[in-house]
């Protein structure tokens, strides 16, 4: 019977152990690293007495007790069987976004979850937190934001929920402090305090997988009245804005946006980075860092409707460039990661690049079901 690696596959070194991890199905496998030769071996449907004797500096014995185990991990996968079509249907879907991105999705996906007893009992005997609640830049120059907040929330819900689209073209009025001020406080700010048994929380407008608030805004402010052109961070705790350089250009935006002209067109944008240790001491495990990214997606939607019942129109990026943007704010990209990029300014009144509504002949080219 012909056997064949199988597609989704990643190596790699864990607590001292060399780990082969076939997925979808497959589990994470400690193997001796000699065994990837065996593996190379089956990169297209292959007999294994041929590999025998292509790898003739091992026995045959050698050989075959690797393609045993191999084959139990499910690292190598016998022709016409279930397994090997199910491979072929994932090689197919998840095409070039193998294995990065489908590697942390099966890798991540039925985890076992502590039951809330333990969680509780574990909780009682932990130590004081190990993490900081906030980010703070106590040496920074700073500038102290407007209270109260502006009053111009109160616009109806399903106007701002049916009235939010993401902007791409920009006037070049500034945006007063008040109105970044109440955005900043709305979206990011606490809004209590809870117990959770361990320390103090706080909680959001927008919830939080785990309510560690791992996720931190950083501004790069190019057009707000009153406020220099420069990267800053919202203090939540103070209210503040904690200069941490000087100076913001629309080409700086544009290009910090993965070269997207329309991001330099906005009055400010506002990098979502997570502090990851704030999150990990709670969660070790590794799936949580899907919640951090959809805890970024959430803070994204209440800063688009913010945005939007404040009269500003809202944008957002997942391209951006990582590590000059990490630069720019002075994150170590490490610790502190760049996640997610939004931005906002008042929206032109005639713009030029939205798309254009769709048409009968629109929907002639679309396939609408299978
Ligand atoms: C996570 C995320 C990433 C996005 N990235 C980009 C982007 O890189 N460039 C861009 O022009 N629009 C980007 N958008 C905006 C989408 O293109 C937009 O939301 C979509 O076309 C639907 O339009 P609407 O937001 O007006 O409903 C992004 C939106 C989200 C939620």
Redesign the pocket.
């Known amino acids: 019977m012909r056997l064949r690696r199988s597609r989704g596959l990643v190596c790699y070194w864990h607590a001292g152990s060399f780990i082969a991890h076939a997925y979808p199905h497959g589990a994470p496998t400690a193997l001796h690293p000699a065994a990837t030769e065996v593996l190379s071996a089956f990169g297209d449907w292959t007999d294994p007495a041929e590999v025998n004797k292509a790898l003739e500096h091992l026995t045959a014995e050698t050989v075959d007790e690797a393609v045993e185990a191999l084959r139990e991990a499910g690292l190598l996968l016998a022709e016409d069987t279930e397994q090997a079509s199910r491979d072929d249907r994932f090689a197919r879907q998840w095409g070039p976004w193998d294995p990065e991105a489908s590697f942390f999705h099966y890798a991540t996906q039925d985890v076992p979850y502590p039951d809330e007893e333990a969680q509780a009992q574990e909780t009682e005997q932990e130590s004081p937190a190990l993490f900081e609640l906030f980010t703070e830049y106590s040496e920074a120059d700073r500038i102290f934001l407007p209270r109260p907040l502006s009053t111009d929330l109160r616009a109806p819900y399903d106007q701002v929920l049916h009235g939010?689209?993401?902007?791409?073209d920009f006037t070049e009025d500034p945006v007063p402090l008040s109105t970044l001020a109440t955005l900043l406080s709305t979206t990011f700010g606490p809004t209590d305090f809870v117990d959770c048994g361990r320390c103090a929380l706080f909680r959001r407008t927008s919830p939080a997988g785990g309510a560690r608030q791992e996720l931190d805004a950083y501004l790069a402010i190019r057009n707000v009245a009153g406020v220099e052109p420069g990267t800053y961070h919202y203090n939540l705790r103070e209210h503040s804005l904690e200069l941490l350089s000087e100076g913001f250009t629309s080409e700086e935006g544009a290009h910090l946006?993965?070269d997207?002209d329309?991001?330099g067109g906005a009055a400010f944008l506002v990098v979502l980075s997570a502090v990851v240790d704030r999150m990990l001491s709670k969660y070790p495990t590794p799936r949580c860092y899907r919640v951090v990214l959809i805890n970024?997606?959430h803070l994204?939607?209440t800063f688009?409707l913010t945005a939007t019942a404040l009269g500003l129109g809202p944008?957002?990026?997942?391209?951006?460039h990582d590590t000059p943007v990490a630069d720019r704010l002075g994150l170590d990209n490490v610790g502190r990661i760049p996640l997610?990029?939004l931005a906002a300014g008042y929206p032109h009144p005639e713009p030029q690049?939205?798309?254009p509504p769709a048409e009968l002949d629109t929907f002639r080219r679309t396939t609408l079901n299978g």
């Open positions: 939010r689209r993401t902007h791409r946006c993965a997207q329309w991001a970024a997606g994204g939607q688009a944008a957002q990026t997942g391209a951006f997610y990029v690049d939205a798309p």
